[in-house]
């Protein structure tokens, strides 16, 4: 059964909860990713410190949202509304960049929610398509998007030296998109 969530829209006052949320779900699932050092740099320095968040949050381009239980906060979304499909180009797309899930919640419908405000935000903004990146290894997460619709349109390698700290076997990933387009979208929002 799922469990409802409220989604709440962030601003720039609230990059310090934004931080400490990511940071404590991204140690749940990612530290196995890094060699020594690694973890600790990609949060603390390249992307979650408070500075970072702050100035991503500012941007317009960008929408972060927090999921909230029973007034606790279990996961947060980034979408970049306006962006650009390599390959897709001619087609107005939005990026869902982050969808980041406490452990505590994962399997009790929450993404699905989550992924449901994305797919009502891309209607707002008449978008084609929904794309993101996935990290090849994460075959569940890979699964859980095909079910919603999305199918895979892409490959690539996280980039070094950015990622040198990252263990190689883990910096393939898969692109995903999803074709959000209706003539009853168009209809209703035009």
């Given at each position: 059964m799922d469990q409802q969530i409220i989604i709440t829209q962030i601003n720039t006052g609230d990059a310090e909860e934004l931080s400490a949320l990511a940071k404590n779900i991204y140690q749940q699932h990612y530290l196995h990713l890094w060699e020594i050092g690694g973890a600790d740099w990609y949060m603390h320095e390249y992307a979650y410190p408070e500075n970072v968040l702050r100035k991503e949050l500012e941007d317009s381009n960008n929408i972060y949202c927090i999921?909230?239980?029973?007034?606790k906060a279990i996961g947060y979304l980034k979408i970049k509304i306006?962006?650009?499909l390599k390959g897709f180009?001619?087609?107005n797309a939005l990026e869902v960049e982050r969808i980041y899930i406490d452990e505590s919640v994962?399997?009790?419908g929450i993404g699905k929610q989550l992924m449901q405000y994305v797919f009502n935000i891309a209607k707002q903004h008449k978008k084609d398509i929904v794309f993101l990146k996935a990290m090849d290894t994460s075959l569940d997460a890979i699964a859980f998007y095909r079910k919603l619709g999305f199918e895979s349109c892409g490959t690539f390698q996280l980039p070094m030296p950015t990622f040198k700290l990252m263990k190689e076997e883990f910096r393939g990933m898969v692109v995903l998109k999803k074709n959000v387009a209706s003539e009853t979208w168009n209809k209703k929002f035009s």
């Open positions: 999921a909230y239980h029973k007034n306006n962006e650009t180009e001619e087609l994962t399997g009790k």
